[in-house]
């Protein structure tokens, strides 16, 4: 931030009221965060279509773990060696994790 001297300081520079000062403040925060948010990817139907399958992979991956321990019960398996399963699952998850991602 650079130093001005009282002499530097144009009297119009400060005659922004505050209103004026917080609209142009935000105005320039809003440049910035379309700047970010690229939205022109999204006219390419190859990425919608990645996205699109990306989130039902996502809500997808998680709902075996959810009812692993009630199907486990269902088909004979004691409760304790059925809750059992769920940290075999995330302990070998972590790993394959690891492995598959590079």
């Given amino acids: ?12 520079a400060n005659t922004l009221r505050s ?20 939205l022109s990817l999204l006219k390419m139907p190859y990425f919608v279509v990645l996205t699109v399958s990306n ?8 709902i075996p773990i959810v009812h692993l321990v009630a199907h486990a019960k269902i088909i004979g398996i004691e409760s304790q060696k059925a809750a059992f399963l769920v940290s075999i699952f995330g302990i070998t998850d972590a790993p394959t994790r690891i492995v598959y991602s590079g």
Avoid: A, M
Avoid at 1 to 7: M, T, V
Avoid at 19 to 38: A, G, P, W
Avoid at 55 to 62: D, L, T
């Fill in 19 to 38: 209103s004026e000062r917080i609209n142009s403040e935000s105005v320039r925060k809003c440049f910035t965060i379309s700047q970010l948010l690229d």
């Fill in 1 to 12: 931030r650079p130093i001005h001297l009282k002499d530097d300081v144009k009297p119009e």
């Fill in 55 to 62: 989130i039902f992979y996502v809500f997808g991956q998680y």
